[in-house]
């Protein structure tokens, strides 16, 4: 049996977060930040060692971090760190997932074992979730959620469980155009995962904005999203609030395009006979190949779009808490 090799990460100040029973470990900027109250977004990691291609993932972080420090927000990366979960990936230990240098990908089954066995592990939106929920964190961007796969019917992500069980707002641009989009917001709804369309009617479907789907509730303003969040939580529900909105216009893919890029894209998974945890990562590089990059750019923006969403959601949510705060001080005390 493997022993414990959990090594606190680069940049660590003691930064626990207390009263979880396997301590999560948060670096330096994201502690600085929860003990002067500023407002974080939870980011994955997997995205970018694993969904992303090198370089394009050193540009993904640096344009999720400049949205969200450009609105008054902190970003905060979640991985698993030579075993230990950390929130706030940083300095050398960032260096080394962005090189993909012995990174595993982990969903939320995952990340046990890979704190006992000391590893490196990249988090996917499962997993993200499972670790901003445990460290108290409100919101997290992403690109798009995992769902319910086309081939075969019966592949669903863990993505969804986890939407059904974490209380975090989940921006995200909809679920990735590979999947059985109809069949996603069907499970959304049967989990009962309340879903939000942002200044949108229509469900992305990731690298497009139009899928002809529409949403059960469209919203406009952030802080009416994180007030329908504080409704949610004080009614002691345990789901996320999933916030979708399409990808920029300048660099949304038609529809058509998209959709004859995954039928190819189809076709060579079933010729190489992927499976697994193999196929997302596959399809999206053929989809890539058969846009001429053209996909790739649109994830680069809609990272950064949903970014910066998540940071005007997150210091909505700051501000509400202190009005309730001050309120609840203002208020006399009954004799």
Do not use: W
Not at 254 to 275: D, K
Not at 313 to 322: D, Q, Y
């Amino acid at each position: 049996m493997a022993a414990l090799r959990g090594v606190p990460p680069d940049g660590d100040v003691s930064g626990t977060v207390p009263g979880v029973p396997h301590p999560i470990t948060c670096g330096t900027e994201v502690a600085d930040a929860r003990a002067a109250g500023r407002p974080l977004v939870a980011l994955e990691s997997s995205v970018l060692a694993q969904g992303l291609p090198i370089p394009a993932n050193r540009e993904a972080e640096a344009r999720m971090r400049a949205a969200i420090v450009a609105r008054g927000a902190v970003p905060a990366i979640t991985a698993v760190v030579r075993g230990v979960p950390t929130i706030g990936l940083a300095g050398d230990d960032l260096e080394r997932f962005l090189a993909r240098d012995g990174v595993t990908k982990l969903s939320s089954r995952d990340l046990a074992p890979a704190m006992v066995r000391g590893r490196d592990g990249a988090t996917t939106v499962a997993a993200s979730l499972t670790l901003a929920a445990a460290a108290g964190l409100e919101v997290f961007a992403t690109g798009g959620i995992g769902g319910v796969h086309r081939e075969p019917a019966y592949d669903e992500s863990a993505d969804l469980l986890a939407l059904a069980t974490a209380p975090v707002i989940t921006v995200c641009a909809g679920a990735k155009s590979i999947l059985d989009l109809p069949g996603t917001l069907e499970r959304l709804d049967s989990y009962g995962v309340t879903v939000l369309g942002y200044r949108t009617d229509e469900f992305p479907g990731f690298f497009t904005a139009h899928t002809g789907l529409r949403v059960p509730q469209r919203i406009d303003e952030a802080a009416e999203i994180a007030a329908i969040f504080r409704a949610s939580r004080a009614l002691g529900r345990q789901s996320a609030l999933l916030v979708v909105q399409p990808p920029p216009a300048d660099a949304a893919l038609e529809a058509e395009v998209v959709e004859q890029a995954v039928a190819q894209a189809l076709v060579e998974v079933r010729t190489v006979g992927a499976r697994g945890a193999t196929v997302t990562p596959f399809l999206l590089a053929a989809v890539e190949r058969a846009t001429a990059g053209r996909s790739l750019a649109a994830n680069l923006a809609l990272l950064e779009a949903n970014a910066a969403l998540a940071a005007e959601i997150a210091v909505a949510l700051g501000a509400t808490r202190e009005r309730t705060a001050r309120i609840a001080s203002d208020r006399p005390v009954s004799p």
